[in-house]
Protein backbone atom coordinates (compact mmCIF):
# COMPACT_ATOMS: atom_id res chain seq x y z
CA UNK A 1 0.00 0.00 0.00
CA UNK A 2 1.70 3.77 -1.18
CA UNK A 3 1.67 5.99 1.67
CA UNK A 4 -0.76 8.69 1.86
CA UNK A 5 1.91 11.37 0.71
CA UNK A 6 1.92 9.70 -2.54
CA UNK A 7 -1.66 9.21 -3.01
CA UNK A 8 -2.98 12.86 -2.13
CA UNK A 9 -1.77 16.23 -2.27
CA UNK A 10 -2.73 19.34 0.56
CA UNK A 11 -3.60 20.67 -2.82
CA UNK A 12 -6.03 18.29 -3.56
CA UNK A 13 -7.19 18.52 0.07
CA UNK A 14 -7.82 22.04 -0.11
CA UNK A 15 -9.94 22.08 -3.04
CA UNK A 16 -12.08 19.42 -1.44
CA UNK A 17 -11.98 21.73 1.95
CA UNK A 18 -13.76 23.81 -0.76
CA UNK A 19 -17.11 21.65 -0.01
CA UNK A 20 -17.28 22.52 3.60
CA UNK A 21 -19.55 25.69 4.15
CA UNK A 22 -19.59 27.81 6.98
CA UNK A 23 -22.03 26.84 9.36
CA UNK A 24 -23.39 30.34 10.22
CA UNK A 25 -23.02 31.59 6.46
CA UNK A 26 -23.45 28.17 4.42
CA UNK A 27 -22.75 30.29 0.80
CA UNK A 28 -19.74 30.27 1.24
CA UNK A 29 -16.87 27.88 2.15
CA UNK A 30 -14.23 27.78 4.70
CA UNK A 31 -11.53 28.14 2.57
CA UNK A 32 -13.02 30.92 0.60
CA UNK A 33 -14.13 32.29 4.51
CA UNK A 34 -9.66 32.32 4.75
CA UNK A 35 -9.70 30.35 7.70
CA UNK A 36 -8.33 27.50 6.28
CA UNK A 37 -4.65 28.35 6.72
CA UNK A 38 -2.60 25.31 6.03
CA UNK A 39 -2.59 21.90 4.59
CA UNK A 40 0.10 19.28 5.72
CA UNK A 41 1.20 16.00 5.87
CA UNK A 42 3.26 14.32 8.53
CA UNK A 43 3.21 10.47 7.39
CA UNK A 44 0.41 9.53 7.15
CA UNK A 45 -1.94 12.12 8.81
CA UNK A 46 -3.10 14.93 7.05
CA UNK A 47 -3.17 18.33 9.30
CA UNK A 48 -5.42 21.22 8.62
CA UNK A 49 -4.68 24.56 10.13
CA UNK A 50 -7.28 26.64 10.86
CA UNK A 51 -7.77 30.20 12.49
CA UNK A 52 -11.69 30.74 13.68
CA UNK A 53 -12.96 34.24 12.66
CA UNK A 54 -12.59 35.50 16.36
CA UNK A 55 -11.33 33.52 19.25
CA UNK A 56 -14.98 32.82 20.82
CA UNK A 57 -16.27 31.49 17.39
CA UNK A 58 -19.08 28.81 18.68
CA UNK A 59 -18.76 27.13 15.24
CA UNK A 60 -15.58 26.21 15.12
CA UNK A 61 -16.44 22.69 17.17
CA UNK A 62 -18.88 21.90 13.50
CA UNK A 63 -16.18 22.81 11.31
CA UNK A 64 -13.61 20.84 12.24
CA UNK A 65 -16.32 17.59 12.63
CA UNK A 66 -17.28 18.94 8.90
CA UNK A 67 -13.80 19.01 7.81
CA UNK A 68 -12.66 15.17 9.02
CA UNK A 69 -15.99 14.17 7.62
CA UNK A 70 -15.51 15.63 4.00
CA UNK A 71 -11.89 14.48 4.05
CA UNK A 72 -12.89 11.22 5.40
CA UNK A 73 -15.04 10.56 2.68
CA UNK A 74 -12.33 11.12 0.22
CA UNK A 75 -10.25 8.64 2.35
CA UNK A 76 -8.38 10.60 4.08
CA UNK A 77 -9.00 8.91 7.88
CA UNK A 78 -6.46 10.07 9.73
CA UNK A 79 -6.82 13.75 10.18
CA UNK A 80 -6.17 16.77 12.70
CA UNK A 81 -7.54 19.77 12.33
CA UNK A 82 -5.01 22.54 14.30
CA UNK A 83 -6.40 25.46 15.76
CA UNK A 84 -4.09 28.47 15.60
CA UNK A 85 -4.72 31.92 16.74
CA UNK A 86 -2.00 34.23 15.76
CA UNK A 87 -1.99 35.94 13.48
CA UNK A 88 -5.62 36.63 14.63
CA UNK A 89 -7.81 35.82 11.18
CA UNK A 90 -8.79 39.32 9.31
CA UNK A 91 -11.09 39.97 6.52
CA UNK A 92 -8.30 40.18 4.21
CA UNK A 93 -8.03 36.60 4.27
CA UNK A 94 -11.56 36.40 2.63
CA UNK A 95 -11.49 35.49 -1.03
CA UNK A 96 -13.09 37.90 -3.88
CA UNK A 97 -15.53 34.64 -4.72
CA UNK A 98 -16.53 34.44 -0.86
CA UNK A 99 -17.13 38.10 -0.81
CA UNK A 100 -19.43 37.89 -4.21
CA UNK A 101 -21.21 35.07 -2.20
CA UNK A 102 -21.89 36.71 0.69
CA UNK A 103 -23.07 39.70 -1.58
CA UNK A 104 -25.44 37.50 -3.56
CA UNK A 105 -26.69 35.72 -0.19
CA UNK A 106 -27.62 39.49 1.04
CA UNK A 107 -24.79 40.29 3.64
CA UNK A 108 -23.29 43.20 2.85
CA UNK A 109 -19.23 41.84 2.29
CA UNK A 110 -16.26 43.53 4.22
CA UNK A 111 -14.95 46.57 3.40
CA UNK A 112 -11.60 48.18 3.29
CA UNK A 113 -10.98 49.29 7.07
CA UNK A 114 -10.29 53.33 7.68
CA UNK A 115 -8.01 52.93 10.69
CA UNK A 116 -4.18 52.89 10.23
CA UNK A 117 -1.86 50.27 12.59
CA UNK A 118 -1.81 52.22 15.30
CA UNK A 119 -5.77 52.62 15.97
CA UNK A 120 -6.36 56.08 14.90
CA UNK A 121 -8.97 56.87 12.63
CA UNK A 122 -7.81 58.34 9.27
CA UNK A 123 -10.92 59.18 7.40
CA UNK A 124 -14.68 58.33 7.94
CA UNK A 125 -15.97 55.18 7.39
CA UNK A 126 -17.03 54.21 3.93
CA UNK A 127 -20.80 54.01 3.44
CA UNK A 128 -21.68 50.21 3.27
CA UNK A 129 -23.52 49.75 0.09
CA UNK A 130 -26.67 47.55 0.58
CA UNK A 131 -26.18 43.77 -1.04
CA UNK A 132 -29.96 44.37 -2.35
CA UNK A 133 -29.90 47.42 -4.20
CA UNK A 134 -26.29 48.62 -4.83
CA UNK A 135 -27.40 51.76 -2.73
CA UNK A 136 -24.94 53.68 -0.61
CA UNK A 137 -27.43 55.49 1.48
CA UNK A 138 -27.58 53.07 3.91
CA UNK A 139 -27.20 53.13 7.83
CA UNK A 140 -26.03 51.71 10.77
CA UNK A 141 -29.14 50.29 13.35
CA UNK A 142 -26.82 47.80 15.50
CA UNK A 143 -23.15 47.40 15.69
CA UNK A 144 -24.09 43.38 16.31
CA UNK A 145 -26.14 41.40 13.44
CA UNK A 146 -27.10 38.14 13.21
CA UNK A 147 -23.91 37.10 14.96
CA UNK A 148 -20.74 38.91 16.46
CA UNK A 149 -19.19 39.03 13.26
CA UNK A 150 -22.17 41.15 11.67
CA UNK A 151 -23.53 44.60 12.24
CA UNK A 152 -27.14 45.42 11.50
CA UNK A 153 -27.90 48.29 8.76
CA UNK A 154 -30.82 49.45 6.82
CA UNK A 155 -31.18 50.94 3.62
CA UNK A 156 -32.01 53.85 3.07
CA UNK A 157 -33.14 53.60 -0.55
CA UNK A 158 -34.86 50.03 -0.70
CA UNK A 159 -35.96 50.03 3.25
CA UNK A 160 -34.34 46.35 3.53
CA UNK A 161 -31.96 45.34 6.33
CA UNK A 162 -29.42 43.33 6.21
CA UNK A 163 -26.34 42.35 7.78
CA UNK A 164 -22.92 44.05 7.34
CA UNK A 165 -20.29 41.51 7.52
CA UNK A 166 -17.34 44.12 9.63
CA UNK A 167 -14.15 43.94 8.26
CA UNK A 168 -11.28 42.92 11.40
Not at 18 to 39: A, F, N
Request: net charge neutral; glycine share 8%.
Amino acid sequence: MKPVESRFTPEQVMQWLHEVPDPEIPVISVVDLGIVRDVRFEDARCIVTITPTYSGCPAMREIEQDIRSVLGGRGLNEVHVERVLSPAWTTDWMSEKGREALRRYGIAPPMERAVDLSGILRRADPPVPCPQCGSTHTRLISRFGSTACKALYRCQGCGEPFDYFKAH
